[in-house]
Nanobody, 126 residues
Framework: VNLVESGGGLVQAGASLRLSCTASGRAFRSYGMAWFRQAPGKEREFVAGINWDGQRTDYLDSVKGRFTISRDNANYTVSLQMNNLQPEDAAVYYC????????????????????WGQGTQVTVSS
């Protein structure tokens, strides 16, 4: 599975961005998907995840109510709608795919994800 992210950019605090991740291969439909982020000098952290059929989602506490993850299995994409962005949201955002096929839970552990995109930069000015 090859993953390509898009949609990052520079915005002011309070603005919105929508990140997209396009996957290659039919296997995408069976994988759990997630967004992680990594800011300079910090460890990579889980932001949001969604299981294979979209019935399960999970979010980092600090983004709950502001970020929404969704997926379109017909078009091999997963998206992250980010509203009311804050300077602390600034980071490189990575799309990841993994977990056993057809899992009904969301994994927060990055080591459980087998495939990663190259990342897209999100910068938020105050």
């Amino acid at each position: 599975v090859n993953l390509v992210e898009s949609g990052g950019g520079l915005v002011q605090a309070g603005a919105s961005l929508r990140l997209s991740c396009t996957a290659s291969g039919r296997a995408f439909r069976s994988y759990g998907m997630a967004w992680f982020r990594q800011a300079p000098g910090k460890e990579r952290e889980f932001v949001a995840g969604i299981n294979w059929d979209g019935q399960r989602t999970d979010y980092l506490d600090s983004v709950k109510g502001r970020f929404t993850i969704s997926r379109d299995n017909a078009n091999y994409t997963v998206s992250l709608q980010m509203n009311n962005l804050q300077p602390e949201d600034a980071a490189v955002y990575y799309c990841a795919a993994g977990l056993p096929a057809d899992a009904d839970y969301v994994e927060r552990n990055a080591s459980k994800y087998d495939y990663w995109g190259q990342g897209t930069q999100v910068t938020v000015s105050s």
